[in-house]
């Protein structure tokens, strides 16, 4: 079950934080105020499906690591506590406040200062899992280069 489960969460996870990070940033830069309210409102709902995502790619994972201890699975395993502390400590709170900010009409520079904030952490989380998805692959064989 978790060979099947690992990468299935872990994509999701993955596509949902490039999807929301892209989201923003074309929201910003790109759209009226009102895209960038929609946006912001919309991606809290969106973490009812990634962080259970996460969690599950995590706990999978992490099973799946007992198996193959070293090489890439602990590199793999080193990476998951920066995403989950980044994200439970910098990505959430801000994705909330920034939904509260922007429903309440409060774009102001606080709001900027937040999602500049957001957006680099984002930008983080995204390299760190697209890092554990190639290890991932190469792990399976489906993508050559280094096993260990």
């Given at each position: 079950m978790p060979k099947t489960?690992?990468?299935?969460?872990?994509?999701?996870?993955?596509?949902?934080?490039?999807?929301?990070?892209?989201?923003?940033?074309?929201?910003?830069?790109?759209?009226?105020?009102s895209a960038v309210?929609?946006?912001?409102?919309?991606?809290?709902?969106?973490?009812?499906?990634?962080?259970?995502?996460?969690?599950m790619a995590g706990g999978s994972g992490f099973r799946l690591a007992r198996t193959t201890p070293g090489g890439l699975a602990a590199r793999k395993g080193r990476?998951?506590?920066?995403?989950?502390?980044?994200?439970?400590?910098?990505?959430?709170?801000?994705?909330?406040?920034?939904?509260?900010?922007?429903?309440?009409g409060e774009i102001d520079s606080v709001f900027y200062a937040v999602q500049a904030v957001e957006l680099l952490a984002g930008a983080v989380n995204i390299t760190l899992l697209a890092l554990n998805l190639r290890?991932?692959?190469?792990?399976?064989?489906?993508?050559?280069?280094p096993a260990a």
């Amino acid at each position: 079950m978790p060979k099947t489960l690992h990468p299935i969460a872990g994509g999701l996870a993955l596509l949902l934080v490039v999807g929301f990070w892209l989201a923003t940033a074309i929201s910003e830069l790109a759209g009226p105020e009102s895209a960038v309210i929609a946006v912001k409102t919309a991606i809290p709902w969106g973490l009812l499906v990634l962080v259970p995502a996460l969690a599950m790619a995590g706990g999978s994972g992490f099973r799946l690591a007992r198996t193959t201890p070293g090489g890439l699975a602990a590199r793999k395993g080193r990476r998951m506590p920066i995403i989950a502390a980044s994200g439970l400590l910098i990505l959430v709170p801000a994705a909330l406040f920034l939904a509260a900010k922007a429903r309440a009409g409060e774009i102001d520079s606080v709001f900027y200062a937040v999602q500049a904030v957001e957006l680099l952490a984002g930008a983080v989380n995204i390299t760190l899992l697209a890092l554990n998805l190639r290890d991932g692959l190469r792990m399976s064989g489906r993508l050559p280069g280094p096993a260990a």
